[in-house]
């Protein structure tokens, strides 16, 4: 009786010491799968590897693990852990497993969680049940993922559209305070401003509406993008653009000027404020302070060649011209130090003579990866002019 | 004897693999990449009958639909900046989606708006299917929606894209998938490896827009398959293994339609049309018409005639001999899509929706019949057993004779 209790004990230990040790080596081997997939490196090595990686994990179940291993990781790295997961997903329906509701919502709203697994993981859900967006939706105005503000947005909008006008402004300033799309910021501020509210789209967005420019510079033939005028090299050497200065333009000498837009979407319309110098080039500057050392998004607009600066380092370069211009045409990311930033744009126009290349203009703002305003310190204050500073 | 047993088995596999391909719709424009769905008998009486099902797609797409064996896929993108990339099968005889795969754009997604991010066209070997996107994602599946590789082309090569969008279709051939990439700031052409999803070759390519997909030269007895790259330079010829030029035309093409091949000769969107026979690693002009210039759809060749659509929905029938323009018939509304000839007859779907059947006769052409499908259809479509295949901003249509 004593040994058979013995060994029904010993029998239960060496149970749960293997189930223990299979249940540990199975989470090893998804730690594992999901650490091989965020090493992946563009250029298509290590593929093969990937696919066993992903083999693994599709019959293991990991939803949630998967999902938190979209978190710091490269785009790359992203879609191969979300085709992780919808094998995950389809392995799991097809053997009829009911998904983790609950914990896929707890997922949704972590928001340290990357943006872009949060809303495959409420996708997933609302496959299932609808009702899950009138659950969630309303709570994710200001929410790190611009696909879950958008929603958001969208349902305020619908709301203050169908309310009187006195009750339908507050719910449309609410809808923009979450707002990080153009479309929908038009649509809220014409209703607002039909409504007699003032609307500053330009700071909503984070637009820089004071530059200083000087131009133009030869861009006879295009050559004058791959010409380093001095601008540019004094840019370069981290030296302050100084306004006394006179250079050797295009057309004769020239020296910087204080410009200013007062367009919504923060155009500096150079054909217009300035002049449409037929294959020149212009260089506009201005200053961000920023209270921190800050990684964000520098946004651009423009139909123009352009090369940008920031603080002395060029960050990107485009030789294209005239292939259309949009808000947030490119998106450039930028480490800014605390305390002042030099930022440096140089725009070239060439001698296209159709009418449609004859725009001579750039909008640039500065963001966070939700399209979210990044504004400068002491925004509330006068507006410098004669530097060029965006305060 | 035993060898007269074993050549007849292998001709009897190459045969079935080879009628089994033939029935496939592999890439655009089709397997040769010239618009012919070669033995397929198509509806020439369209009607609401002949519409066998009509799947609803997430998303836009210009892109066309590939058919292979009996599932028809598709790419489309979808939400606000167009970032987020779909890859749909669907079956072929019921409309019923198999699997739907979901990626994240890693490219630039800008595009003018009457394009989208899923504006090229998909390709296939059989084996995996190749989606290919505006943002330069390249991304290979298998034929259960696996992830066999992604290649961020885009994110490779930041700056070349276009901000009207990028448009090129890739084609494989042999083991080698082949794009184009090409745009004002930076262009390049590049065969990566069908199954690793390694690039095996780069080129560099003239530094303009380019929105022309690549070509196929099939193999001859001396001359393996070439793939042929158009740009407003001209068509150069390029070995898909290792990216070796083997030939340049050089007096400038199209940037829009591409060239077609069909029976050894190359039609090439040039200076109107150019017509030239290639011979290993040169090539003999034949003849060029000012008066057959193709607009946005890409010529179609077969039967000695070779079919052009202008930018006011003229279709155009040339000689293939001697370049001369034969007739033309003025249908209605703009096309974007590339119409295809099956059966004797050319199927062409305008930019509004209304697919129009034409009968090529001998001076002039007659529209057979036609439908409305009130959906604006952009891409080029696909044919396959006797099924119609196109896709609108909303749905995957499947034409065909009622059962």
Redesign the interface.
Known sequence: MLADCVYRRVLLSAILVFTFTSERSRADDVADSIKLLQSIE????G??V??KA??SLASSGAMLSVLKGFKGSS??A???L??AF??IV?AEKAASKPLPVEELKGFIADRSESP?ARRLAYETLRDQDAAIEAELIPDMLLDPS??FR?DAVAKLINEASAAEAAAATPIYQKAMSGAV?E?QVKQIAEALRKNGETVNIQKHFGFLSQWMVIGPFDNKEEKGFAVAYTPETTAAEGKPLDPAVEYDGQLGKVKWQAVVTEDDYGVLDIAKQIENYKGSLMYASTSWKSDRDQNVEVRLGT?NAWKLWVNGKLV?E????H????MD??KVPVSLKAGENILLLKVCQNEQTQDWAQKYQFQLRVCDSTGSAVLPVSTTAKNDVSSGENR | MKRIILGTSVLAALAACDSSFGADWRQFRGNAANSVAVGESLPTELSGETIAWKTPLPGRGLSGPIIVGDKVFVSSSS??GQDRLHVVCVNADSGEQV?Q????A?G?T?T?DKMCNATPTMASDGERVYAFFSSNDL?CLDMQ????????LG??F??AS???GMSSSPVVIGSTVVVQVE???EAFACG??TV????KWQIERPRA?NWTSPSVLPATNDQPALALLQSSKGLTAVDPETGKIVWNFEKGASTIPSATVSDGAIVIPSNGLTAIRPSGEKFEELWNSAGLSPATPSPVVIDGMAYVMNNAGVLSAGNTSTGERVWQLRLKGSFSSTPIAAGGYIYAFNESGTAFVVKPEADKGVVISELDLAETILCSPGASNGGLYVRSDQHLIKLANPK
Do not use: C
Not at chain 2, 196 to 199: D, L, N, R, V
């Open positions: 563009p250029g298509g090595k593929t093969g990937a696919r992903v083999d785009p790359l992203v879609n191969w979300r085709n919808e094998e389809t872009i611009p696909e958008r799309h479309d139909p990107f485009r030789e294209e011209y292939r259309s211009s949009a045409q490119y | 939400g606000y699997w795969r979901q990626f994240d890693t630039r800008m003018h991304i929606g696996k992830l066999q590789w992604f290649r961020g994110s490779e930041p700056n276009n901000s009207l745009s004002d700031a990566v490896d690793s999803g390694e690039t827009a």
